[in-house]
């Protein structure tokens, strides 16, 4: 009770004076029960156990004294006792080498962090610099005698117990270093304070900044408006567009390059003024008032004023600009309609005053007379803008232009030339008159001239290109017709002559009137250029050329007659042949079918139809001959036979081929017959089912006619995917290029193998494996011991070399060559 007492300084209540056990037990209940009330929570910490002296349960109330007393009350950013004493001693040694304080055991165990919190606090005690990390027990004893010494704490912990514990106890140096903070408590307070007074004078300093930079601001911006309004409010200006435009363009680089640097001076200003205005407030500071003159409701009126300077300003500048633009307008408007006035009257004097009528023709005359008229429609329509000119002359004179004089001076110009036009329009329209009067007689008859020379002209040189046409002709009947023609064309010479005559008059007639009245250019003819000059040229020209037409178109008929004399020898010659090659190539090819007798039958009759069309050749050489002649005669059509040599010549060479085809297709069968064993009736069969199936007599089917064919003669083929898979092998051996058709000896050779006994790669490598002795290799001495000479060489060289198991040097591979002689398969 004592203790408590002391360490909390309060008083507890009067203790039992007693020595009896129940007595001790009460005084210990009164000291428990002032812990409770301090929110104390006692475990497992009764009065009976304290009293019956149970050194835990003394300890743990002793210590729970300490953490409530010595320790709880030390508070550091609102943590727990134990933590803010960890942050305050890890804050405090932080700037100190070779200490780390993470914990109260193995932190302190060094005795750095000892040295390092009183150094911290009274450097004039301990030179920190000459401690060693590597002689703790010297580091806690002195940090121990100088707290003991100087700082009167307690000497509670043993420096040998501490270095030679794995782990110190952590309550201990809690407790131990709780009295270095109480210890220094007082120094920490100063600093707090110091730190107070620092954050006061800081923030008081920034506000005489605030106040300061809006002092000065509003005076900077209050003087800026000032200069400005002057500037604003002038009206003066020198009365000329430019001038006006000059002050707009100002006024716009004051709104755009000025005037936006103080919108954000003036916003500046505003935030720093609310900025300060909230600060103070904030630090308890009483509100800031600026100087008279410079209150923010100052400037905003200020502002408003400038910005109402600025909207009269701007309208007003405006307005001149539409009033001196108006004028401007009317200034450029009379420039512009006079200058197309003048531009369009240039020249129009001098054009009216001109004699070209003089020269003219009378379709130029009338051409002129024409544009004479239109020119005098366009001066009528002139008269509006020369009017629109003086009206607009007499409006700038109204609103004072500046320069009124050379507008009067030009529109007096223009209106002076004006009349001068009129008059001499009237007096052009007249001498036009008179001149056609004289022109039309002599028109007339150039006119005649051109409506009769033009159609006679070009009857002239169609005829000439007639007479001269080259002409190409195949026929009789084409020169025939020529020949005709040419002689309806000279019985019309007569009339054409009169037509020459009539013409050529009309013109000399032109020339009489023309050296009469003595007009120049009046023998030149508007309405053609045609000359009676030309004319008879190209007459005299056609009167030469119909003899020369006459003798051509003779020549041309002679050969035409030569060259129907050819065609009718070719055509006799070819009607002949032609057929002859036909009527063979029929029979050859029935007896290819296999319809006519034996097969030795069939040779015997080839090759006599072979020897026949050797001798028929001098035929087909001396049509040869004859085509030849008809060629060299440029003859192409022959309407007395439907053969052409070349026809004939593919006729023949057909003929050859089908003669020496069908002799070695008989000549294999026959070979395919004996060598098979099958019999004459097996390949009559063969024949008549694959000619049964070869409707179109092509000699090959297709692969439908060829499974038909075989179904026909018997052979199984099934209808589910395994029949076709065995037709489809069939069908790989029957066509091995894959070309769609199956010929009629492929056909055979299957058939043949098929009803014969063939030999087999198997039956091929039994008999070697007979040779070998039952070896699966055979050596180069067995096969020419047992093969003849040549085979055995043959098999050697062809042979691989054996490379399976048990082989000898020189062994040989026969069952790869056997399957090699029969391909990949064996159907």
């Known amino acids: 009770m004592l203790l408590l007492e002391v360490i909390s300084g309060e008083t507890l209540p009067k203790p039992d004076r007693g020595k009896m056990r129940f007595h001790k037990i009460a005084n210990v209940n009164k000291a428990l029960d002032f812990i409770a009330s301090k929110g104390v ?79 911290r606090h009274r450097p004039d005690l301990i030179d920190y610099n000459k401690l060693s990390k590597d002689n703790p027990l010297q580091n806690l004893n002195t940090a121990f005698d100088v707290a003991e010494k100087y700082l009167d704490i307690p000497r509670m912990l043993d420096p040998e117990d501490m270095t030679n514990t794995a782990m110190p106890d952590e309550r201990v140096i809690m407790t131990y270093v709780s009295s270095y903070y109480h210890c220094f408590s007082g120094a920490q307070k100063a600093e707090t304070a110091a730190n107070r007074i620092c954050k006061v004078l ?69 935030t720093n003024f609310n900025t300060l205005q909230t600060k103070l407030r904030l630090s308890n500071r009483p509100a800031y008032m600026p100087t008279e003159g410079k209150m923010v409701s100052d400037i905003a009126n200020a502002w408003k004023g400038l910005e109402l300077a600025e909207k009269s300003f701007e309208e007003w500048l405006l307005s001149e600009m539409m ?23 240039r020249g129009k004097e001098e054009m009216l005053q001109s004699g070209d009528f003089r020269q003219c023709r009378l379709n130029e005359l009338k051409a002129l007379k024409k544009k004479h008229e239109a020119f005098e429609s366009d001066l009528a329509a002139h008269q509006d803008r020369v009017e629109q000119i003086a009206a607009i002359a007499g409006e700038l004179n109204s609103l004072r232009y500046h320069d009124c004089e050379s507008v009067n001076n030009r529109c007096k110009r223009i209106c002076d030339q004006w009349d001068r036009l009129g008059s001499l329009t009237q007096q052009r329209r007249q001498n036009l008159d008179e001149a056609e009067k004289i022109l039309e007689k002599i028109d007339i008859l150039h006119l005649e001239f051109a409506k009769r020379a033009a159609p006679f002209n070009n009857w002239l040189d169609g ?40 013409i050529v008059g009309l013109v000399k007639e032109v020339e009489a009137t023309v050296h009469k009245y003595h007009i120049p250019g009046g023998l030149e003819n508007p309405y053609t250029t045609l000359t009676a000059n030309d004319l008879t040229r190209k007459w005299t020209e056609v009167r030469q050329l119909v003899p020369q037409r006459d003798s051509t178109l ?61 001798a028929y050749k001098p035929h087909i050489e001396e049509l040869e001959k004859i085509h030849q002649a008809v060629q060299e005669g440029m003859i192409f059509e022959n309407r007395y036979t439907q053969f052409t040599m070349e026809t004939l010549r593919v006729g023949w060479e057909q003929l050859l081929t089908s ?51 075989l179904v026909s003669l018997g052979y199984s083929i099934g209808k589910d995917r395994q029949g076709e898979i065995d037709f489809q092998r069939i069908l790989a051996v029957v066509d091995p290029n894959s070309s769609g058709y199956v010929h009629f000896d492929a056909f055979l050779d299957f ?7 063939t030999d087999t790669a198997e039956q091929v490598i039994d008999s070697f494996r007979i040779l070998a002795a039952d070896k699966p290799y055979i050596l180069p001495d067995e096969l020419r011991r047992e093969l003849p000479p040549d085979q055995a060489e043959y098999c050697i060289k062809r042979m691989p070399p054996y490379k ?17 002689l029969y391909g990949e398969s064996d159907l």
């Open 463 to 502: 005829t000439r290109e007639d007479l001269v046409d080259m002409f190409i002709v195949h026929t009789m009947e084409e020169i025939q017709g020529l020949l005709e023609a040419h002689s309806q064309f000279k019985a019309t010479l007569g009339e054409a002559d009169k037509e020459y005559t009539s």
């Open 41 to 119: 929570k006692l475990v497992s910490i009764g009065a009976e156990e304290i009293v019956d002296g149970n050194l835990k349960m003394t300890l743990g109330m002793i210590w729970t004294i300490i953490l409530r007393f010595a320790i709880q009350d030390i508070s550091v950013e609102e943590m727990t006792a134990k933590e803010g004493l960890l942050l305050w001693c890890q804050r405090k040694t932080a700037p100190y080498k070779n200490v780390n304080v993470q914990n109260f055991h193995l932190s302190f165990k060094d005795g750095l962090a000892f040295c390092a919190l009183i150094h």
């Open 804 to 820: 399976g198991p048990n082989g000898i040097p020189g062994a040989l591979d026969y069952m790869s060559f056997s399957t090699a």
């Open 202 to 270: 800081k923030v008081n300093q920034e506000n005489e900044r605030l106040m300061e930079e809006y002092e000065r601001l509003a005076s900077d911006l209050l003087e800026w408006i000032r200069r400005t309004m002057p500037w604003l409010e002038s009206r003066v200006t020198d009365n000329s567009l430019a001038g006006v435009q000059k002050k707009l363009e100002e006024y716009r680089t004051y709104r755009r390059k000025l005037k936006p640097p103080r919108v954000e001076q003036k916003a500046k200003l505003e």
């Open 659 to 709: 003669i020496n085809r069908n002799i070695n297709e008989v000549e294999n069968q026959i070979l395919t017959r004996d060598s098979k064993g099958i019999t004459q009736e097996q390949l009559n069969e063969f024949r008549a089912s694959f000619n049964h199936f070869d409707k179109n007599r092509t000699g090959q089917l297709a692969p439908d006619e060829f499974k038909s064919c």
């Open 554 to 614: 003779q020549a041309e008929l002679r050969k035409q007659q030569n060259n129907e004399m050819l065609r009718r020898q070719f055509a006799e010659k070819a009607n002949q042949v032609g057929p002859w090659i036909e009527r063979q190539m029929d029979a050859v090819t029935a007896i290819g079918m296999g319809l006519q007798g034996s097969l030795e039958d069939q040779l015997h009759r080839l090759k006599e139809y072979e020897q026949g069309v050797f």
């Open 751 to 757: 058939m043949t193998r098929e009803s014969t006994d």
């Open 323 to 345: 009033r001196l633009e108006r004028l401007e307008h009317l200034a450029q408007k009379f420039k512009h309609k006079a200058d197309i006035h003048e531009e369009w009257t």
